[in-house]
């Protein structure tokens, strides 16, 4: 068939639809007939099943939808069980100042935060956002922060050069009050 490269995109579609979307929608969306869209939903149904992946695609309320495999239910039922992962703004404010003034310490996280950050500092090293470098070489020998590879991870980063730079990101008030 002429639309086989279409395939894949009706699966994004419908992945990314969360809803039943129609034939009529996927076929003005992808610029082609309505029998075409249903021969190529038609064959994925069939290799997702021969493939025997967790996924199928269901025709349900004058649509066709993404689906889990009812049979995987207990499977997925674990997913509600495990804690949410979510960082809080408190945690991501902090975690912004030490992945743009790394090696960066307490005190002047503290500085720039305006209030104390002993709890959200421990959290980004229980989830290994960022690690302990070393002590910065004044009274007191304060613990440097910097990020980690997880850190690069979760942000989709390839290294510390691809964070947006600062100077486009805020207003001149903003930098100085950071600078300062």
Known sequence: MFYQHLKGHIEALLFAAGDPASAAKLAKILEIDEPTVIELIDELRSEMEQEGRGLVIVEVAGGYQMCTKPELASVIE?????????????ALETLSIIAFRQPVTKPEIEAIRGVKVDGVVNTLLDRQLIRE????????????????????????????????????????????????
């Open 78 to 90: 674990k997913l509600a069980e495990v804690p949410d992962s979510r960082l809080s703004v408190a």
């Open 133 to 180: 470098m070393g002590r910065k070489d004044v009274i007191g020998r304060p613990i440097l922060y910097g990020t980690t590879d997880v850190f690069l991870q979760c942000f989709g980063l390839k290294n510390l050069k691809e964070l947006p730079d600062l100077n486009k990101l805020l207003t001149d008030e903003q930098l100085s009050l950071v600078e300062a």
